[in-house]
């Protein structure tokens, strides 16, 4: 299994961008899937999670009204949008899945993308 991140890059702050996350031989309805980040020095945390066989989405609550989290079951993909976004924001975003439920936890996700720098400049 094999999750590809992409889409990110440099904006300046108030600024937007859409990352996106392919998936080979998984199908991201059929697991819990989220969205982490890490800044430099500083340890993985949860952004946002799609729960599976649903659209019950759940956000941290500094990106929440700004991040949207979706899914493309035909294309099997997964996204997040980022609004409004802030220096605070700048970080590599992975994206995940499992079948786990402690679905904030990076250690319950078996699949893990390689990761997508997103940099906000004030």
């Known amino acids: 299994v094999q999750l590809q991140a992409f889409g990110g890059g440099s904006v300046q702050a108030g600024g937007s961008l859409r990352l996106s996350c392919a998936a080979s031989?998984?199908?991201?309805?059929?697991?819990?899937t989220a969205w982490f980040r890490q800044a430099p020095g500083k340890e993985r945390v949860f952004v946002a999670t799609l729960l599976q066989n649903s659209n019950n989405a759940y956000y941290n609550d500094s990106v929440k009204d700004r991040f949207t989290i979706s899914r493309d079951n035909a294309k099997n993909m997964l996204f997040l949008q980022m609004n409004s976004l802030k220096p605070d924001d700048t970080a590599t975003y992975y994206c995940a899945a499992t079948k786990g439920g402690w679905v904030k936890l990076p250690s319950t996700y078996e699949y893990w993308g390689q990761g997508t720098q997103v940099t906000v400049s004030s």
């Open positions: 031989t998984l199908s991201f309805n059929a697991f819990n």
